[in-house]
């Protein structure tokens, strides 16, 4: 079974896209700043992150560009969301190396399929 780690700091979309994903299939791991994803993510590896941009410590962006570095974890399938819809930021996530990058509110099944999707395309 597929493990998502799911990166926000608003409690009530961490619990929607906790269940949307358990729903989906997957095992779900959650972290509310970017540390705790960080600390997560080298304990216990996920096959895929869910990672918001707004974070109260260290910002989504910080958090891929240091996954992207780490050899480790550089080819690790990220998905950005985020409240803010503009196309630089969508830019500067992709440029960062981010998979796919997804606005909020966003369509709950396009969601799952972006994420099955990705997962299908680990080697």
Do not use: W
């Not at 996920?46 to 974070?55: I, K, N």
């Not at 998905?79 to 998979?99: F, P, Q, S």
């Amino acid at each position: 079974m597929a493990k998502v780690l799911v990166v926000d700091d608003e409690a009530n979309i961490v619990l929607s896209l906790e269940f949307l994903m358990q729903q989906a299939g997957f095992q779900v791991d959650t972290a509310e700043d970017g540390e705790s994803a960080l600390s997560r993510i080298a304990e216990s590896p996920p096959d895929l992150v869910l990672l918001d941009v707004s974070l109260p410590d260290i910002s989504g962006f910080d958090v891929l560009e240091r996954l992207r570095d780490d050899p480790t974890h550089a080819r690790l399938p990220i998905i950005m969301l985020t409240a803010h819809g503009r196309e630089v930021e969508r830019e500067k996530g992709l440029a960062l190396g981010a998979d796919d990058y997804i606005t909020k509110p966003f369509s709950t099944q396009a969601l799952v399929e972006k994420v099955k999707k990705r997962l299908a395309e680990v080697p």
